[in-house]
């Protein structure tokens, strides 16, 4: 089975192929240098762009993947939650080519691909050069490595989505049965790494510089507080510590003038976050008794977060399934796997004339 998939719920217009588990191509052009003038996401522009970028990245999607439209065998495109002129584009544009191709269509919730991201396998090519500690955001994989899904190695997990937007834990018993068992009661993750690091003077998004500064500094340098860390449920809230790092620079402003406070100060707010989103997620992990732990979403790339995610699931003999870096931020790759696994289970189509849902919650 062959679909073509569109992503465009955010700021990364998307077209993937992806044809019996294998992605044939999966082509992302990135906005962020567009929003970084204007300190994050404007939901005007980012519609205009997809609209713009749209049309090519699908042709250079079926030309890398050498598939006519005529070999589809199905369309998807991410249908919600995101931003509403955004997720218009793309869910518009997929069901116009359902319907002219004569093919089924299917809306795909962006959750529920991040949730099965960490099962797509990113091979390298054979003669992969040395590898990039580069935390500037990727978006393709090396050229010529292959990715492929591998549903055959799922099994139950507690599955971590950290994004700019969302903080999510989730229960997935089985393929495609999932229930929502936490999220954040107000910023997400990553925007509390991109406002932080907005106090600080860091460009955005601010999550990959602080990451980058933060392997120089020193975590125990500041204390910041772990909400919700001791809480009995997997909610999360990150606006208290960005308001006590805000209250900490106020107090502080000769520190923004030294680098290496700045990479201290960066370490410990990043060990923060890590340590309340790597505690959470391994008690639901326990608590629920699977014997693996899945994460995914932009803040997945944070090599604090994968690092300490890695040890503690080793420390627990739990197995852990990462999302590539590569396939961590927004990608169509997620939502044609995920499409085809659905369709290959039979699950409904999606009305061509169905309107985008932008607060589609994960149930
Ligand atoms: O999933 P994503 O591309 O878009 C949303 O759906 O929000 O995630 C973007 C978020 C941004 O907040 C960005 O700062 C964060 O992911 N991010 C990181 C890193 N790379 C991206 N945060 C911490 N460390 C990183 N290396
Ligand atoms: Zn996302």
């Not at 790092?245 to 990043?270: E, G, K, M, P, W």
Request: net charge neutral; with cysteine.
């Amino acid at each position: 089975m062959t679909v073509l998939a569109l992503e465009t719920s955010c700021d990364e217009t998307s077209a993937a192929v992806v044809r019996d588990g294998r992605i044939l191509a999966n082509v992302v052009s990135s906005q962020i240098a567009l929003h970084a003038e204007y300190g994050g996401v404007v939901p005007e522009l980012a519609a205009r762009e997809h609209l713009k970028n749209l049309v090519p990245v699908a042709q250079s999607a079926l030309r890398e993947a050498g598939v006519t439209v005529a070999e589809l065998d199905a369309v998807a495109a991410t249908q919600g939650p995101g931003l509403p002129n955004a997720l218009l584009v793309g869910l518009k544009a997929a069901q116009a080519a359902a319907f002219a191709l004569q093919k089924p269509f299917l809306g795909i919730n962006h959750h529920e691909a991040h949730l099965y991201s960490p099962w797509i396998n990113v091979l390298p090519a054979a003669c992969r050069q040395n590898q990039s500690h580069d935390v500037s955001l990727p978006s393709q994989p090396d050229a010529g490595s292959t990715l492929t899904a591998d549903f055959a190695a799922f099994q139950p997990n507690v599955s971590l989505i950290v994004s700019g937007g969302h903080t999510l834990l989730v229960l997935v018993a089985s393929e495609l049965q999932h229930r929502v068992l936490g999220g954040t009661i107000d910023d997400a993750a990553g925007e509390c790494f991109d406002k932080t690091g907005k106090l600080m003077g860091l460009p955005y998004p601010a999550g990959p510089v602080i990451d980058r500064l933060a392997e120089s500094g020193n975590p125990a340098a500041f204390a910041f507080p772990r909400p919700l860390l001791n809480d009995p449920n997997d909610d999360f809230s990150f606006s208290g510590l960005k308001t006590s790092v805000r209250y900490f620079i106020r107090d502080h402003q000769a520190l923004l003038a030294d680098r290496q406070s700045v990479c201290d100060l960066c370490a410990s707010v990043q060990a923060a976050i890590v340590e309340v989103l790597v505690k959470k997620t391994l008690r639901a992990a326990r608590r629920e008794g699977v014997r693996c732990v899945t994460a995914s979403g932009g803040v997945t790339c944070n090599r604090a977060l994968r690092r300490e995610l890695e040890t503690a699931c080793r420390r627990h003999g739990l197995a852990l399934r990462l999302a590539d870096r590569t396939l961590c931020t927004d990608n169509a790759a997620m939502i044609g796997v995920l499409a085809e696994r659905k369709l290959r289970a039979h699950a409904p189509l999606t009305a061509l004339d169905e309107e985008i849902k932008p607060g589609w919650a994960l149930a």
